[in-house]
């Protein structure tokens, strides 16, 4: 691999000047290759023997260090097309797995070595890295719909620990890796405000900006030792688990850690507003620059799980069970809507609940691999004659193999169109009754929409006109958009 390995490890690791070489090529190269070599690397200090504590730190940083421009890169090309990206997730989401773990290592060496363990700039600058890493692999984890590996929790939780106990948990360092300041609490309220803020109900993109804002907010999340008022999650830092609502006070252990991100579900939302009025802050910074709409929305979602109170259902939903057949876009749905019983086409899932406005569902992730946020899809429950259609509003593969699904339904009573236009012909789907003079929801492939050619279709018989009116949302296989009925002249 473009001669890295050529060198036994133990000469590079002892040699400097071979060091620099390698990183050398690390930096020219492809980033899946580069990141693969670097996972490599971190691999190889943890196995290497008779290297001091202070030199193995110091490796992990600059293999840290090093990937980071790749890592970008790779983020970018992920969350621009998730589709196909399997292997360039892998690649991501094992360096960070595989960070994490080396710096957790490192970090039982540094604290049983008195020498160090006393230089509390090393520590935060060690415990700090250690939680950044178990954010990273969280984040990547949650890009693919889980499963999330709870060990991280644990991971983290005891790096926090460790620096609280010698008062190095709010001391700031600054890493090379980094621009900003940072802090091992900084690190550890970061990770869990990602968790509080829902990121199974959202696409790659707005994961990705979610955690950036949990950079932007970081100052305006709180955590402490007792329930105090604003209080709205718990954990335990000894434990693997994540975060939960606060219901009730659990059992006190010098784990326990109590979060609030209210001051920052404020925030949150006084920007929304801003935002939709016209106005941008300038101190907001991201990789990719998302569009006002775009963040507008992820931060009224980003308010609404941070805040005091959690979100509420619109309707009440009840436990219920049963087979759920399941159809995925538009074109299976047009198989489905048209009584077609092609099992090529239908997927088979158990539903858990269901209200007015949605179902719940457990889903082999064998069948589910298509399964992303903002999917379209039909459904049929065991015993019902008619398809519903919705679209996939969270989704978390779990590790049973089994996935859970949260799917708001949009209409029960769809019906398959085919539709064309100046530009292009295709199908899609009439959510409502398509009467003239109204105005009605269809689904139609993406990209589909265009706000300056009407679309024609052929309904009871008659040839109508469909006038878009605007588009509600671009989801992940289709547009979903308001179009006005009228009698073709």
Request: hydrophobic content about 45%; some cysteine; charged content about 20%.
């Amino acid at each position: 691999m473009f001669g890295v390995f050529s060198s036994s490890p133990a000469s590079v690791l002892g040699n400097p000047a071979e060091l620099r070489r390698v990183l050398a090529e690390i930096a020219a190269a492809q980033p899946d290759l580069a990141i693969n070599e670097l996972t490599g690397w971190v691999e190889s200090v943890s196995e290497a023997a008779n290297i001091d504590i202070a030199h193995h730190v110091n490796l992990l940083y600059q293999f840290d260090s090093s990937a980071q421009p790749h890592l970008r890169k790779l983020d970018s090309a992920y969350v621009a097309q998730p589709d196909g990206k399997d292997v360039v997730w892998r690649t991501g989401r094992d360096f960070w797995s595989i960070l994490s773990s080396a710096y957790e290592f490192a970090l039982d060496r540094y604290m049983s070595d008195p020498a160090q363990a006393s230089v509390l700039s090393g520590l935060s600058r060690l415990a700090s890295r250690t939680v950044r890493a178990c954010r990273q692999r969280f984040k990547w984890d949650v890009y693919h719909n889980g499963p999330v590996d709870a060990g991280l929790w644990q991971v983290a939780g005891q790096a926090y620990l460790l620096a609280q106990a010698s008062g190095a948990e709010v001391r700031e360092v600054v890493n090379a890796a980094d621009e900003a300041a940072t802090s091992v609490e900084r690190e550890y309220l970061r990770l869990i405000a990602l968790h509080v803020a829902a990121p199974e109900g959202l696409v790659p993109a707005g994961v990705r900006l979610a955690e950036q804002l949990t950079s932007y907010f970081a100052a305006r999340f709180s955590m402490a030792s007792a329930v105090e008022r604003g209080t709205t999650h718990w954990l335990d830092a000894n434990q693997p688990a994540p975060p939960l609502r606060l219901v009730r006070a659990p059992l006190t252990t010098d784990g326990i850690r109590y979060f609030s991100g209210i001051a920052a579900a404020d925030a949150a939302l006084a920007m929304a507003r801003k935002l939709e009025a016209g106005e941008r802050p300038d101190s907001l910074h991201f990789d990719e620059e998302p569009s006002p709409e775009q963040l507008g929305r992820l931060l009224r979602h980003l308010s609404i799980n941070w805040a005091l109170d959690p979100p509420t259902r619109q309707y009440r939903r009840h436990t219920l069970g049963g087979a759920l057949a399941v159809a995925n876009g538009i074109k299976h749905l047009h198989h489905v809507l048209r009584g077609a019983r092609d099992e090529a086409v239908i997927y088979r899932w158990e539903m858990s609940d269901a209200s007015l406005g949605g179902i719940g569902a457990t889903a082999p992730t064998a069948s589910a691999e298509w399964v992303r946020v903002g999917s379209l899809v039909g459904m049929q429950p065991s015993g019902g004659d008619n398809w519903l259609v919705g679209v996939v509003r969270r989704y978390m593969r779990g590790r049973d193999a089994r996935g859970t699904v949260g799917i708001e339904t949009l209409s029960t009573t769809a019906r398959p169109l085919e539709v064309f236009s100046e530009r292009n012909s295709g199908e899609a789907v009439a959510l409502d009754d398509p009467i003239t003079g109204a105005v009605v929801r269809l689904a139609i492939n993406g990209t589909g929409y265009s706000a300056e050619y009407p679309l024609h279709a052929s309904i009871n018989g008659r040839h109508v006109r469909l006038d878009p009116v605007e588009l509600i949302e671009r989801g992940a296989n289709f547009d979903l958009a308001r179009f006005r009925v009228s009698d073709f002249r």
